[in-house]
């Protein structure tokens, strides 16, 4: 019987230690590179009181951020994901990441990571998903990346890297997706490349490649999305790329040196979205392309295509948008053009005749037709005349009786209400709200603003104008600042009926809508744009932010512009450049805050034809005479001082120059 208790009672007693064996418990390994990745980056993985493979722990949901996934086998456990996802963790990647060797897939988009991609990387050689996107990190990619043989998707877009991509990159051959837009990388596209069969989706706009567009990516039969705008890459757009029958989203801009055609296109029947904007497409616009079924989104301006507008584009039965503008384009618009469908109409700048169909105001349509010879006696409120329009037109001029040459200055307060500066002058009222193709002419008729472009897949919708409520620093005119036109393509004023003569052009700017918080992905964003002043390029790759040292923070830039003709233009162009989707979708393109023109040694006599601005120009020459003789006193002052005070030196300048 004793011996009968004794077994009894042992068998008790190692009960729990038979059950601790049998559980399932991670890798102890695994466990301590999970504790240096949260302490390394200040966040809280899970709770290191708890195995963290414990079958029902939050933080293995699989919506939990930041989150893990395990994998157990023979009573021991292997995380196979990591995900930290948008909580701006700090700091390097350690190198005990690279310890979970049995990664499948790694998020780490949207933090503020920096420092090199580790080399280590090439460890993990189980990983499927690998998402580095929206960092700081830096330096070169590392060739190891290769060793990840069995990836599916690659990203790290939107980082500080340098030098080329990686030959090893072919050796993704399971790859079907790759975003490296933004990333920094720069030099040749590496034929080996070419071996990614798999690849449906590749994302490399933004980064200054060298070369030609590469003629094997017509052999990637598989892509379905293809984006490379902005890269400084040479044409022409090959042939081969007759070949990709499943495309869907083609993104094509901004090519250099050799023109393209658009024979490639006519295949390619699935497409949903093509934009071949700025590529020096040459010859005429194919008539197949009004029978492709899906088709909604449609750019090719900026190019040098001729001849009329296919009889067939009024066949399209999906198209949305169509942007034709700034072509050679010639001979009346087709009819029916305007089909159910269609909300955006540019034919700007080209050589199109006729009049808006007849059912233009009866459909909610944006259109755009400054620069060609058409009828405008279609458009509402009395907007515009044929003058104005016809004198924009290339190689036209506004000397005519049409368009008086009257004046000498022009302000306007872009995207915001009229606003008297501190030095007094006027700028005009422009909060007219702009469409995706649409332009406006003030009610002086004295200048006129022009819009095109769509922020595909913006999530706030269509907006032209940029608002803040916060303090803008480095001016005294802080609410010239607040507003801003913005566009995803094409912004441009005109000032109309100038005299003839040399001007200064100064343009206002502060960034409104990027943060620049060092410590947020959200901080991350990088706007770029161009400037043309009379059709000459004075910035190139214009970043707001760089130059003004912030967000929130006003400069003005200064240029010298001649006037013969009675215009001046001043076009802000969106090349390619800078992030397209930090914080949001559609977060690029040009932004401006004010405009001011003026003629050297202007004094004007009053007209009261032309009161309003007249007068805003002479409170700016009092107010100015003013600050002047304030600040000459100051200086006489200082100077009878600094006898007194050792000399003393006071730096003096004008208030509203940053």
Not at 343 to 362: A, E, M, R, W
Not at 605 to 632: F, P, R
Request: net charge negative; charged share 20%; with cysteine.
């Amino acid at each position: 019987m004793e011996s009968l208790r004794l077994i009894c009672f042992l068998s008790l007693c190692l009960m729990p230690l038979a059950v601790t064996s049998q559980q399932e418990h991670t890798d102890l390994i695994e466990v301590a590179a999970l504790r240096t990745i949260a302490k390394s980056w200040n966040i809280r993985i899970w709770n290191d009181s708890i195995d963290p493979c414990m079958k029902g722990s939050p933080w293995l949901d699989k919506d939990a951020n930041p989150g893990i996934a395990c994998r157990c086998s023979a009573n021991t456990c292997h995380i196979t994901k990591l995900k930290v996802y948008a909580l701006d963790a700090v700091g390097q990647i350690p190198i005990e990441l690279f310890n979970l060797t049995e990664l499948r897939d790694l998020n780490l988009d949207q933090n503020v990571l920096s420092g090199p991609i580790p080399a280590e990387i090439g460890k993990l050689s189980k990983m499927e998903y690998l998402s580095l996107g929206i960092n700081n990190l830096s330096s070169s990619v590392p060739p190891e990346l290769g060793n990840l043989t069995l990836l599916k998707s690659l990203s790290f877009s939107a980082n500080k890297v340098s030098g080329p991509i990686p030959r090893e990159l072919g050796n993704l051959t399971s790859l079907e997706q790759l975003y490296i837009d933004s990333s920094g990388v720069m030099g040749d596209i590496p034929q080996e490349l070419g071996k990614l069969k798999n690849l449906q989706i590749l994302w490399a706009s933004d980064n200054l490649f060298t070369g030609q567009l590469p003629e094997f990516f017509g052999t990637l039969l598989n892509l379905k999305d293809l984006r490379i705008q902005g890269t400084r890459l040479e044409g022409p757009i090959p042939r081969s790329f007759s070949a990709l029958t499943k495309l869907q989203n083609l993104r094509i801009g901004d090519l250099t040196m050799v023109d393209s055609t658009l024979h490639f296109v006519e295949n390619l029947t699935q497409l949903s979205i093509l934009s071949l904007r700025n590529c020096r497409v040459t010859g005429t616009l194919p008539k197949q392309l009004g029978n492709f079924p899906d088709l909604i989104y449609l750019d090719l301006s900026f190019n040098k295509l001729t001849g009329p507008i296919p009889s067939s584009f009024q066949n399209f039965k999906s198209l949305q948008f169509l942007y034709l503008g700034s072509n050679n384009l010639s001979g009346d618009l087709p009819s029916n053009i305007l089909t159910p469908s269609l909300t955006t109409l540019d034919v700007s700048f080209n050589q199109i005749t006729g009049s808006l169909p007849v059912n233009y105001d009866k459909q909610r349509l944006s259109i755009n037709l400054i620069g060609t010879s058409m009828d405008a006696s279609y458009l509402k409120d009395s907007r515009a005349t044929e003058e104005i329009l016809s004198c924009l037109q290339t190689d036209s001029s506004c000397r005519s009786q049409d368009v008086a040459l009257v004046d000498s200055s022009f302000s306007v307060n872009c995207g915001g209400a009229e606003q008297i500066s501190a030095s007094g002058i006027v700028f005009s009222d422009d909060s007219e709200v702009l469409e995706a193709a649409s332009f406006y002419v003030d009610s002086q008729h004295q200048w006129l603003v022009s819009n095109t472009g769509l922020y595909i897949s913006n999530p706030s919708g269509p907006k032209y104008i940029a608002e803040t409520d916060s303090q803008i620093l480095g001016t005294l005119d802080s609410e010239l600042y607040k507003t801003a036109r913005i566009s995803p393509s094409s912004l441009r004023y005109y000032a109309l009926g100038m005299k003839e003569g040399k001007y200064t052009v100064e343009l206002h700017f502060a960034e409104i809508v990027l943060d620049d918080n060092s410590e947020s992905w959200k901080g991350l964003g990088k706007r770029m744009f161009d400037v043309y002043i009379q059709g000459k390029r004075v910035l190139q790759d214009f970043n707001i932010q760089e130059e003004a040292r912030g967000s929130k923070r006003a400069m003005i830039k200064s240029f010298e512009a001649n006037v013969t003709d009675g215009i001046i233009d001043i076009h802000f162009f969106w090349a390619g450049r800078g992030t397209c989707c930090i914080p949001l979708q559609g977060t690029y393109g040009p932004l401006v805050s004010a405009i001011h023109v003026s003629q050297g040694n202007y004094a004007p006599n009053y007209d009261s034809s032309n009161g309003h601005k007249q007068t805003g120009t002479l409170i700016g020459v009092v107010v100015g005479c003013s600050a002047g003789l304030l600040i000459l006193a100051s200086v006489l002052y200082l100077w009878w001082k600094k006898d007194k005070m050792n000399h003393t030196w006071a730096q003096v300048d004008s208030p509203r120059k940053v």
